[in-house]
């Protein structure tokens, strides 16, 4: 299968199966339409016409088409289909990755939370250091050989259980090199409780910081409010720009929301690279579809069209000198990712895995409170094999709707939350979110081909 679009001024080719990636001219580009289904004389005759070509040249351009697909890089067939399962079994119930709910209580009071602002459908909590060690020693027992391990610190808001951040992160430390393991904390805040203390410990034990900002303030503080329903933009914008600025260059995101009230979220973009911000990501909202935030048909074209001129933005801003990065455009044409996460999926409820404040474990941070997926705890392991056999299988090709699905290799059947929380099953498609992931991945492409070709 191929697919074929024209953005940023390319005619792009993709196979789907083989991952080549294929910048053109309009003759090969018409010749690669016709290629499958039309005779090779016939398309000799419509592209020498159409583009003013002699029959030599009109010839050449179809054998250059033939000669990519029989060298597979073209019109390749799928031969993983038979490996998904194989290939999930090699790393069956190795968990590499932990999001730890140190706090399932909050400072703001957004109301698009999809964790009922941090209580995630229950009672406020505070993990317990026990709890938290717990937890960090169930990643090292439960890892089998892997060496890096991977831990988000995760609410709510987890600053408000900051001491106990500070002491897992002083165990971790004290335990991982004889246990052969190196511990890679991520740090998600809305930023309200970051001060120097903060802004010195994230920036000295976290490998990345996801900071939670929506864009332009009137944006921002339509939903980020604190209980007597003041905006937190004054206040959280600064320290965000102090901690960026002291952090020397490792890894960090603005992680912003976009809704119904402001799909023209590229603004949101423009704003955030004005107050100094170049390490971004705009998420859309997730939510039934009656919520006053849900994205209409509407808004779902704004956002396209938005994602297209951010393409041409980043390229633009990349030939200036003035490049910055958008976390869904982060794409490697010569290398990843690979087979193994391409057929697999993200590894929810079988790799990955969230601790909430009393030591429960489920498939991820978005179904903490369901009960129907409730994996185990901390200290009996996981005792719902059930469920976890359900996301061991949860891959691609255990989605019939995917079968056709040029993009299927890079989204690897989706989020199995949103195809949940939209149909009932995690071997859904959150079609909403599939027709938003297609256009980020042509974006994302584009600007990676205007990179390599230096155009950037």
Not at 41 to 49: G, L, Q
């Amino acid at each position: 299968m191929v697919h074929r679009y024209k953005l940023c001024g390319y005619n792009i080719v993709l196979d789907t199966c083989s991952g080549s990636v294929h910048a053109v001219d309009d003759a090969a580009y018409d010749v690669i339409g016709m290629f499958e289904n039309t005779p090779r004389d016939e398309i000799v005759k419509k592209i020498s016409k159409k583009h003013g070509l002699s029959q030599k040249e009109a010839e050449e351009c179809y054998g250059e088409t033939k000669a990519l697909a029989d060298a597979g890089k073209l019109f390749s067939k799928d031969t993983f289909a038979p490996l998904a399962g194989k290939l999930k079994e090699k790393n069956r119930r190795i968990i590499k990755a932990l999001c730890l709910h140190v706090a399932h209580t909050c400072n703001l009071d957004c109301s698009y939370c999809f964790a009922s602002q941090g209580k995630y459908h229950g009672e406020r909590a505070l993990m317990s250091y026990e709890t938290g060690k717990r937890a960090l020693d169930f990643l090292i027992e439960n890892s089998g050989e892997r060496h890096n391990l991977e831990v988000d610190f995760f609410g709510g808001e987890p600053l408000m259980n900051f001491d106990v951040v500070k002491k897992l992160v002083e165990y971790a430390r004290s335990v991982e090199g004889g246990k052969g393991k190196n511990f890679r904390f991520t740090l998600t805040t809305n930023g309200v409780l970051i001060d120097d203390e903060v802004i010195d410990f994230a920036n000295r034990e976290m490998s990345n910081v996801v900071l939670s900002l929506d864009g332009r303030r009137e944006v921002h503080d339509r939903f980020r409010v604190d209980r007597s329903g003041r905006g937190s933009y004054d206040v959280v914008v600064p320290k965000f720009q102090k901690l960026v600025a002291a952090r020397g260059g490792k890894n960090y995101y603005m992680r912003g929301t976009f809704t119904h009230h402001n799909p023209d979220f590229l603004r949101d973009i423009e704003h955030m690279l004005s107050l100094g911000f170049s390490e971004l990501s705009m998420e859309p909202v997730v939510c039934k579809k009656d919520d006053p935030s849900a994205l209409d048909e509407g808004d779902l074209k704004i956002v396209e069209e938005q994602y297209e001129k951010l393409a041409e933005l980043m390229i633009r801003r990349e030939r200036e000198g003035r490049a910055f990065t958008f976390y869904h455009y982060m794409i490697d044409l010569g290398g990843g990712p690979c087979i193994y996460k391409r057929i697999s999926g993200c590894g929810s409820g079988s790799e990955y895995m969230a601790v909430t404040p009393t030591g429960e474990l489920y498939p991820c941070h978005q179904f903490v409170g369901e009960k129907r997926f409730l994996l185990g705890n901390i200290w009996d392991g996981v005792t719902n094999h059930d469920v976890q056999r359900e996301f061991e299988n949860c891959s691609v090709y255990a989605r019939a709707q995917c079968g056709d699905c040029w993009a299927r290799l890079y989204c690897s059947g989706g989020c199995a939350a949103n195809a949940y929380h939209a149909t009932g099953s995690v071997f859904g498609v959150y079609e909403d979110g599939c027709r938003l992931f297609k256009k980020r991945i042509e974006c994302a492409i584009a600007v990676a081909l205007a990179r390599a070709f230096g155009d950037g």
